[in-house]
């Protein structure tokens, strides 16, 4: 592995503008890059649905010996992300002014490109290897929920370089997410004349909410409501409300059972105060969950510390692309890469981390090819 190169391509990554839904010009140098390493580089057809100016890009690399992987991480950034300028300092990367860096997750295309580079330049056997590179993972990933079908090897490991913590990290669990959006309709009147007349949609709303199990619900599960709107004026008894939450878990029985008390306890609410309630939930995507020696995770172990890491395990609270991937067909897990205070302007990368991160793929290709 060339430190340098890799921290000069990070950098360069790092100055193009790619926000959600404009990840273009990314996608262009992505590409070229790949094509120069002997990939065959393809774009699916996701741009016109996902509301993105350029599609996923799927890119594929026959190996010298048997067996299939992917790397994946994600091509579009937070805001702002105009006029980065990354600086090093002590051996740390930041952006010189008032804009994310974009390592999340700009190291983990670097450190793909790198690894890979350096695995095809040593000239050691390696299994196929199909590099994805999504669009708008940071708007609820869409990129990758509109990822058309059989682009992806079929039972492979799959490998998606997009998380904080150093690189070793391997997350075995991330949970899935509902989403619900709820309507209370009650009976407008006025709020000084004759407010008995009225049904009041908001004070619907509140019972609900303050008689639901939320927060923390155990070691696994989370839940909340984080958005409340309605009434238009201070004299009229308001007749709509909508409110809006969630719901995640890493198993499917416990979330299905929190949102059955949520349900519940919106039920009760509007039949309370004889109103009317209408409740939509939405599956957002599927929990992926490892046992700490599944033969996937042992592999990230054993080229963790053929890398000069020491692996360590996690269980996330929040969604990646490997939580749409794993309905693919692919076994997605998500690994570390040392981001650090991402989606701020404070965001940074220890040059140590992003070199850590290239290594750890260098060594999964060597590890897939034995």
Known sequence: MQESRLLDLFCELVRIESPSFHEAPMAARCADELRRLGFE????????????????????????????????????????????EPVVVDGVVRSAGDTILSADDKAGVAAIFEGVRSAVESGSPRPDVTVLLTTCEEQHLLGSSALADGLLPAGAPCYVLDADGAPGTIITGAPCHWSLNVTFSGRA??????????????????????????????????????????GGATNVVPDTCALAGECRSLYAERA???????TEALEVAAARFGGAVSIEWTKSYYAVLFDEEDELVQAIVRASRAAGLEPRFHRSGGGSDANVLAACGVRPVTLGVGMAAFHSVDEHIAVDDLEGAARLVEALIAEGAQ
């Open 41 to 84: 580089v393809s774009f699916d057809d996701s741009a016109e649905r996902v509301g993105s100016d350029t599609g996923n890009l799927v890119a594929h690399l026959p190996g010298t010996r048997t067996g299939h992987m992917v790397f994946s991480a994600h091509m579009d950034t937070v805001q702002p992300c105009a006029g980065i």
């Open 256 to 262: 299905e059972a929190q949102k059955a008390a949520m």
């Open 189 to 230: 009147a006025h709020a000084g004349v004759c407010p008995e007349e009225g049904v009041s949609a908001i004070a619907m709303a509140a019972a609900a909410v303050s008689s639901m199990p939320l927060g923390r619900l155990d070691e696994a599960t989370t839940a909340n409501v984080g958005f409340i709107e309605g």
